[in-house]
């Protein structure tokens, strides 16, 4: 029986082998039977695998630049409506101040408007005939009286003459 005894030995053997050996695909008994093949294969997709990283980092970085010009163009925006919005501030705060420094006689009752009212000096400057004019019946006195508060002109002197 030491033949049998053999035989089963020899077929348990390949039995654990089988069990101990990984399943191998096509691909792996193409190594097995062109060496030199396999190398070359390797190497290239080692290179693929090299490439598919820079392929990576290339992606990377074009999302951040994608990134960076998205956020320049909102700060771009947002200068832009912010210069907007000062040279329209601006604008209001010139209206108020139109309002404020010209319309003030107009708050007062019974005062003339601001644009009522005269611009130039000599518009200002009370001047003999037009005084008389508005206050007629105050006559030679009121004319007297307000000779020293006019500036001398050239038709008349400083002194009065």
């Not at 919005?85 to 009752?109: H, I, K, M, P």
């Amino acid at each position: 029986m030491p033949l049998r005894r053999e035989f089963e030995e020899y077929w348990d053997d390949i039995d654990q082998n089988f069990v101990q050996e990984p399943a191998a695909g096509g691909q792996t008994w193409k190594d097995r039977a062109y060496p030199q093949a396999a190398d070359q294969r390797k190497k290239l997709e080692n290179s693929l695998s090299d490439i598919d990283a820079q392929m990576a980092e290339l992606e990377a970085a074009k999302k951040a630049v994608l990134q960076a010009k998205k956020l320049s163009d909102r700060k771009k925006e947002q200068e832009a409506k912010l210069d907007k919005c000062r040279t329209e501030e601006e604008a209001a705060q010139g209206r108020v101040r139109y309002v404020s420094e010209n319309d003030a006689l107009s708050f007062c009752r019974g005062a003339a408007q601001a644009f009522m009212l005269p611009t130039t000096r000599s518009a200002r400057l009370p001047q003999v005939d037009r005084f008389i004019r508005l206050n007629h019946s105050m006559g030679l006195d009121a004319r007297m009286r307000n000779m020293e508060a006019l500036p001398p002109t050239d038709k008349r002197r400083s002194d009065g003459v």
